[in-house]
């Protein structure tokens, strides 16, 4: 088993509507087949983060019982791909003149209007709470930005191709699993914080059996997988971006999801609880 535990199947008429609404929203932009480029993946990340913020305030509790397992895991990655999708819809439909860069620049404004707003709910319902603590949360994007970089600056040198073609699209797919990873780590290391994942347990876990545990955690095993992990993924992608780059950079778009959903998902929890 590989899945998180903790998956909360929502009732029947919450489920039903939301996937039909999946289905038809990506059902159109199929048929649109609208660019993908560095800006759009880029223009997204708001809403990657976006996402992370309403399960943060879904284990707060800040929704009311009868919609609550909207936001609850993995709901919450449907619904989230509902709005940014309807608004991306909207964009390319209502944009002036046609335009790519002005769908590019909705998308990521209104992205990040959205994150904004619902992560200061989270942040204003802590501090009322008396638990807002961003020491670990500023520490981890810190470091996170730090390896990341020495990541990407490696591979610029050694690995240019790579690095140039997958340019901003890679970038983030390296950052968001560096802060995934060292999220994961400060949590299980420093806080005492749980790993869900049975497959991240068991890096955990090994790292925690090496004789370096003692000394700096078990952790940076951790961090060192996803990093490497990162950067095979987007050397495998090289050719796949050359050739066919909108299908590349949709599916790379959603590697760097899965990492930076989870990893600012663990930065807000982490400030707020």
């Given at each position: 088993?590989?899945?998180p535990?903790?998956?909360v199947?929502?009732p029947?008429?919450?489920?039903?509507?939301?996937?039909?609404?999946?289905?038809?929203?990506?059902?159109?932009?199929?048929?649109?087949?609208?660019p993908?480029?560095?800006?759009?993946?880029?223009?997204?990340?708001?809403?990657?983060?976006?996402?992370?913020?309403?399960h943060?305030?879904?284990?707060?509790?800040?929704?009311?019982?009868?919609?609550?397992?909207?936001?609850?895991?993995?709901?919450?990655?449907?619904?989230?791909?509902?709005?940014?999708?309807?608004?991306?819809?909207?964009?390319?439909?209502?944009?002036?003149?046609?335009?790519?860069?002005?769908?590019?620049?909705?998308?990521?404004?209104?992205?990040?209007?959205?994150?904004?707003?619902?992560?200061?709910?989270?942040?204003?319902?802590?501090?009322?709470?008396?638990?807002?603590?961003?020491f670990?949360?500023?520490?981890?994007?810190?470091?996170?930005?730090?390896?990341?970089?020495?990541?990407?600056?490696a591979?610029?040198?050694?690995?240019?191709?790579?690095?140039?073609?997958?340019?901003?699209?890679?970038?983030?797919?390296?950052?968001?699993?560096?802060?995934?990873?060292?999220?994961?780590?400060?949590?299980?290391?420093?806080?005492?914080?749980?790993?869900?994942?049975?497959?991240?347990?068991?890096?955990?876990?090994?790292?925690?059996?090496?004789?370096?545990?003692?000394?700096?955690?078990?952790?940076?095993?951790?961090?060192?997988?996803?990093?490497?992990?990162?950067?095979?993924?987007?050397?495998?992608?090289?050719?796949?971006?050359?050739?066919?780059?909108?299908?590349?950079?949709?599916?790379?778009?959603?590697?760097?999801?899965?990492?930076?959903?989870?990893a600012?998902?663990?930065?807000?929890?982490?400030?707020?609880?």
């Amino acid at each position: 088993m590989v899945l998180p535990e903790g998956f909360v199947v929502p009732p029947w008429y919450l489920l039903v509507p939301t996937v039909v609404i999946l289905g038809s929203v990506i059902a159109l932009l199929w048929t649109i087949e609208p660019p993908v480029t560095d800006q759009t993946v880029l223009a997204f990340a708001p809403w990657m983060m976006f996402g992370s913020s309403l399960h943060v305030l879904y284990k707060l509790d800040a929704f009311p019982a009868s919609i609550a397992p909207l936001f609850s895991a993995p709901m919450v990655y449907a619904v989230t791909a509902v709005v940014a999708g309807t608004v991306w819809l909207g964009a390319i439909f209502l944009h002036v003149g046609g335009r790519q860069p002005a769908v590019h620049r909705f998308v990521g404004i209104t992205g990040t209007a959205f994150f904004t707003v619902f992560t200061m709910f989270a942040i204003v319902r802590s501090v009322e709470a008396g638990t807002f603590e961003p020491f670990w949360s500023v520490i981890s994007v810190v470091v996170a930005g730090i390896v990341a970089a020495v990541a990407w600056v490696a591979l610029s040198l050694w690995f240019t191709d790579v690095a140039a073609t997958t340019g901003a699209t890679g970038a983030l797919v390296v950052f968001s699993h560096t802060l995934d990873g060292v999220t994961t780590a400060i949590g299980y290391d420093v806080l005492g914080a749980g790993e869900d994942v049975p497959l991240s347990l068991v890096i955990l876990e090994a790292g925690g059996s090496l004789p370096t545990a003692e000394y700096i955690g078990a952790g940076w095993l951790f961090v060192l997988v996803k990093v490497a992990l990162a950067l095979v993924i987007l050397g495998l992608f090289r050719e796949y971006v050359d050739e066919q780059p909108q299908q590349a950079r949709t599916v790379l778009a959603l590697v760097a999801a899965v990492g930076l959903g989870p990893a600012v998902h663990n930065t807000l929890l982490f400030a707020v609880a």
